[in-house]
Nanobody, 127 residues
């Protein structure tokens, strides 16, 4: 059973930065697709970024348009952790951020493509 636990959320002013971490346990991890989704109050959960395995040591990163150039997703296969570096934060980035993982990866932006989820961490960006 794969378990995920997010950390690093908090309150930050607009223009600031935060780094979210997701610690994983169980599973092989290095060949998993991992992703971050977020859910703002009153809105549906949405895709933020994904990091998928393409074989060997090749990985690909994907981002939703609204965070391109500001957020960076990365992983540490030794520590079995996923990171989301968030820069130039905006009030509209305020949401609960969820880490997700799955052995597959073809549906990287679809929350239905992930079988394992963390409990979420709150990110609040003040204007």
């Amino acid at each position: 059973q794969v378990q995920l636990a997010e950390s690093g959320g908090g309150l930050v002013q607009a223009g600031g930065s935060l780094r979210l971490s997701c610690a994983t346990s169980g599973g092989t991890f290095n060949n998993y697709a991992v992703a971050w989704f977020r859910q703002a109050p009153g809105k549906r959960r949405e895709f933020v970024a994904a990091h998928t395995w393409a074989g060997g040591r090749t990985y690909y990163a994907y981002y939703t348009d609204s965070v391109k150039g500001r957020f960076i997703i990365s992983r540490d296969n030794v520590e079995k952790k996923v990171y989301l570096q968030m820069n130039s934060l905006k009030p509209e980035d305020t949401a609960v951020y969820y880490c997700a993982a799955d052995p597959g990866g073809s549906r990287y932006s679809d929350q239905g493509g992930y079988g394992y989820w963390g409990q979420g961490t709150q990110v609040t960006v003040s204007s």
